[in-house]
């Protein structure tokens, strides 16, 4: 299935079955500014309608030596203050462009397939925000990171900071990296638990090595993969008692799903025969997904 979504600033293909590839294209360094970040959630939230059955996502970009260089300061949202002349009013208007930028940079998170950032070369400011809301992130040894929003003058705002004590193992090398904005390399990632793999080279090589993982993952039964996400989501934001809870109930419906017997026929097979396993319907929305970011192209 092809979309005919016209998209500025997103390359979208389908390299594998079952695989959506979205490439980062605004040149000349993939800064955002609003058009672009509400495009970025419209694609996630509309990837089953407008891609058909994707299963897994890579998130990348097109440049060779850039991620993505963050906010595009010439974009950035700042009140009318001839608008209002109440502060209060001027705080409201500001406080809920932010939360729209932040539920835009959730988008993968709503998602219902996983999604796998596959990060190189420059990786600053928003684009940490970008890769801690995807559920996987591999880096190429060429990646530099930083957290760049102190040098600036204000607090990372869309996500970093949430998601950080979550996706990392190290909440003393966290703030330092926070508190100075020093750029840090792919191993140093590595050792914040940030990312999960180094793969030496660039841009072409973590591509490849993403996707190779993104197929082996649409092998599983798509109901496993879609309810394991959710799972893990609500875990994270949950007591270990209100998970469990919480996955019976679920579990309770998924585990009656004809993937099971057709993974375990498979399994005895010892691999020389891949599973078919039919696609989720359409139409299907994670609960995370009441968000006003969500654009219609």
Known sequence: MT????????????????????QMAREPVNTFNSEFWKEYAAVFDNMREWYGDVRVVVLSSTLPKI?????????????????FTDPARTALALREHVLSFQAAISAPERCLAPVIAAIHGTTYGLAVDIVTACDIRYAASDTR????????????????????????????????????ARPFSAEEALGLGLVSRIV??????????????????TRKSPVAIMSAKRLLMHARDHSVSENLDYTAA????????????????????????LAKFEPLPKGLKSPRSKSDAKAKL
């Open 145 to 180: 990171f930083s957290i760049k929003e102190v040098d600036v003058g204000l607090a990372p705002d869309i996500g970093t900071l949430a998601r950080l004590p979550h996706v990392t193992s190290n909440a003393s090398l966290a703030a330092e990296f926070t508190y100075t």
């Open 250 to 273: 679920w579990n309770a419906s998924m585990l009656q799903t004809a993937d099971i017997p057709e993974a375990v026929r498979v399994t005895k097979a010892r691999g020389h025969e």
């Open 67 to 83: 991620f993505s260089a963050g906010i595009d300061f010439g974009d950035l949202f700042i009140p009318d203050k001839s608008s």
């Open 3 to 22: 979309s005919t979504v016209n998209l500025a600033y997103l390359k979208v293909t389908k390299p594998r079955p079952f695989v959506a590839h979205i």
């Open 200 to 217: 030496q080279g660039g841009r072409d090589q973590v591509v490849e090595e993403a996707l190779g993982l993104a197929e082996e993952i």
